[in-house]
T-cell receptor
């Protein structure tokens, strides 16, 4: 299974952009890159996913490096409600998702 | 649709007792997953179903654990002879197909405390 590496924690100020990095140097050509987040005391929730091209949705943007060995989740204006653990995941050939420790994002008012 | 529903939300049990959790996925979702999460860790994969067939089980799923999805709809996870190490949040998720190119929807989880 392709593995991902994320920083343990990051801090951001409210209403500023946040760039959450993820390294996945062993990614294969058909691996999709998924991001989920987990707010305190809740189950994980889907944020965004992509294959090669950058992706945008109402929650965030996903920037994928040209060689696909890294990606960045971009929150354009962080709010206090964005404080969560963010997981970068590459679902394996079995189509199940293996979570790492993720990045704990703290948003300061 | 109300999303993935898990019951109970909290369960306290004495060591050695059996417990059963239920997960109701989003209707018409073929895939159903079980995860376990301990404090400060990411969710750990336990098992998943494609309709009623259990397709993969993690090594974490000891003989004391059993999961079923009898009619391809709801699922149950049973833990026999609970141990204190079983204390964790048990999460269920469902998806239309495999999660490679689609999103999974998670329930709120069942928090198990073994005393």
């Amino acid at each position: 299974d392709a593995k991902t590496t994320q920083p343990n924690s990051m801090e951001s100020n409210e209403e500023e952009p946040v760039h959450l990095p993820c390294n996945h140097s062993t990614i294969s050509g058909t691996d999709y890159i998924h991001w989920y987040r987990q707010l305190p005391s809740q189950g994980p929730e889907y944020v965004i996913h992509g294959l090669t091209s950058n992706v945008n949705n109402r929650m965030a943007s996903l920037a994928i490096a040209e060689d696909r060995k890294s990606s960045t989740l971009i929150l354009h204006r962080a709010t206090l409600r964005d404080a969560a653990v963010y997981y970068c995941i590459l679902p394996d050939r079995g189509n199940d998702m293996r979570f790492g420790a993720g990045t704990r994002l703290t948003v300061k008012p | 649709d109300t999303g993935v529903s898990q019951n109970p939300r909290h369960k306290i049990t004495k060591r050695g007792q059996n417990v059963t959790f239920r997960c109701d996925p989003i209707s018409e979702h073929n895939r159903l997953y079980w995860y376990r999460q301990t404090l400060g860790q990411g969710p750990e994969f336990l098992t998943y179903f494609q309709n009623e067939a259990q397709l993969e089980k993690s090594r974490l799923l000891s003989d004391r654990f059993s999961a079923e999805r009898p009619k391809g709809s709801f699922s149950t996870l049973e833990i026999q002879r609970t141990e204190q190490g079983d204390s964790a949040m048990y999460l269920c998720a469902s998806s239309v197909t495999g999660t490679r190119n689609t999103e999974a929807f998670f329930g709120q989880g069942t928090r198990l405390t073994v005393v």
